[in-house]
């Protein structure tokens, strides 16, 4: 069984910073292509950042130069670093996994930038 689940959601203030881990079993970690996506009430899903098996990472407009996706194969973990935080990064965060034409996501956690 695949799991995914998400942690270090919360509540912070403009301009803090939150790093959300997503833990990984059942699933080949290693040629897993791993994602972070995010929705907020009334809005559509959106990437947010994704980073393949071999590393190369992508990222939404909105948050180049502010968060990092990483992953860590020993640990089966993705992270998200997010930095300078803004009021619009409000939403749930969704970790998800890609291997082959599979697809796995986490319940997701919330993260809440008050102004």
């Known amino acids: 069984q695949v799991q995914l689940v998400e942690s270090g959601g919360g509540l912070v203030q403009t301009g803090g910073s939150l790093r959300l881990s997503c833990a990984t079993s059942g699933t080949n970690f290693r040629v897993a292509t791993m994602a972070w996506y995010r929705q907020a009430p009334g809005k559509q899903r959106e990437l947010v950042a994704i980073?393949?098996?071999?590393?190369?990472?992508n990222y939404v407009d909105s948050v180049k130069g502010r968060f990092t996706i990483s992953r860590d194969n020993a640990r089966n973990t993705v992270y998200l670093q997010m930095n300078s935080l803004k009021p619009e990064d409000t939403a749930v965060y969704h970790c998800k996994a890609s291997i082959v034409w599979r697809e796995y996501w986490g319940q997701g956690t919330q993260v809440t930038v008050s102004s």
């Open positions: 980073i393949s098996s071999g590393g190369t990472t």
